[in-house]
Structure formats: C-alpha cells, structure tokens
C-alpha cells in the first residue's frame, strides 16, 4: 500500500519537474531567438517550405489523403504569413487566430486518419489480387505528428513576439531614444506561470521567489 502511495507521489514530482524544466527551456530558447531574429526567420522560412515538400511527397509516395495533404499545406502556407512582420505578432489578428485554429484542426484530423484507417469492404479483401494496406507504427506517428502537425506552430509560438502595442515595455538607448523590446510569447506564458505557481506558494505560506520584496 505505502509502495502505492508512494509511486503517486513520484508521479506527481517528476510532472512538476518536467513542466519546470519545459518552461525554462522555452525561457532560454526566447532568449536565444531574440538576439538572432534574421536567421531564425530565415530558418522558419526555410522549413516551412521544407515541410510542404515532405508533405506531398507522403502524399505521392506513401498515398496519404490528397485531403488532408492540401489542407495541411494551406495551414502551413497560413503559419508562413505570420512572418511577415517577424517577431512581431498580433494576438488578435486574423493570421494568427487562423494560425491557433488551423493547429487545433489539423491535430484532430490527422489524429483521426490514423486512429481510424480505411478499411474496404470484404469483397475487395477477399479478392486473390488484394494488398492490405500498411499500418503506420506508433513511432512513424508520433513522427509525424512531432515533425509535420506541431513543430512549426511550436517554433512560431517560441520565435514570436508580442506587438509592443499590446505589451509595451521600453528602455532607454544610449542615445536617450526609447527602444521596444521584444516580448516572446514564450516568455510570457512562463513568466504568467511562473507568477501562478509564486501566488499559489506564498498563500500556502511559502515564498517562492528569490526577488519577492526587492525594489528593482
């Protein structure tokens, strides 16, 4: 019972570690782009383009849903647009809302072309001639997934910034001018989760934050 007990509780620590060490990676990985915005836009570009080839080439090789292939180029040919005004993003433009959409779409499905594979009707499988056809592995679909569905909005999500309209945050250039900074979308979400997780622990009566109280 307590080897019960206390395999709940390992789940639990190895959760919460792995949620910290995502958000810092995802703060580091912000950081990172931040001070290489050119080669990153390039590099999303790049893949981008690189990912639709792949794409049809499943399609024409591998006889994947014409379907679903055209509307999975469309999405990433939507997510090529929000680099236009690279890093900077609106949260509440028309590209991105059809960016989170289209993720969400193509997630379900493609989830459901694979959970749910064509299968033709018993006088065509009991023909001499009939190939069944190949069932992917769990590992060629969470490729596929990883690599086709999630990465370009994961790296978009990372690689963009807020609109400094919207999050506004200045410091001062050494000519006296004020200069925007970036905002990551990454580094918000964390630091929005960091501050969740600090408000959570000081009601509890524990103090999180190293900097709680300084005056910056």
Not at 24 to 31: F, K, P
Not at 41 to 46: I, P, Q, T, V
Request: net charge neutral; aromatic share 18%; proline share 6%.
């Amino acid at each position: 019972m307590f080897l019960e007990i206390l395999s709940y509780v390992g789940i639990v620590v190895g959760f919460v570690f792995l949620m910290l060490s995502i958000a810092s990676g995802l703060y580091y990985i912000s950081e990172l782009v931040e001070d290489h915005t050119e080669p990153t836009k390039r590099f999303l570009r790049r893949l981008i383009f690189g990912i639709i080839a792949v794409l049809i080439l499943l399609w024409l090789v591998d006889g994947f849903s014409f379907k679903l292939t055209a509307f999975a180029v469309f999405s990433h040919w939507v997510y090529l647009q929000n680099l236009h005004k690279f890093p900077y993003v609106e949260l509440t433009s028309p590209i991105f809302l059809a960016s989170f959409v289209l993720v969400v779409a193509n997630h379900f499905l493609w989830f459901n072309h694979f959970h749910n594979p064509y299968i033709p009707p018993l006088e065509v499988r009991l023909r001499p001639e009939y190939v069944p056809p190949r069932i992917p592995t769990f590992v060629e679909v969470c490729s596929f997934f990883g690599l086709l569905v999630w990465f370009i909005p994961f790296a978009l999500f990372v690689s963009l910034s807020a609109n400094e309209n919207l999050l506004p945050h200045h410091i001062e250039s050494e000519t006296g001018k004020e200069k925007k900074k970036n905002n990551g979308l990454a580094k918000v979400v964390v630091a929005k989760f960091r501050e969740y997780i600090y408000a959570i622990s000081r009601k509890l009566g524990y103090e999180l934050d190293p900097h709680y109280g300084q005056i910056v």
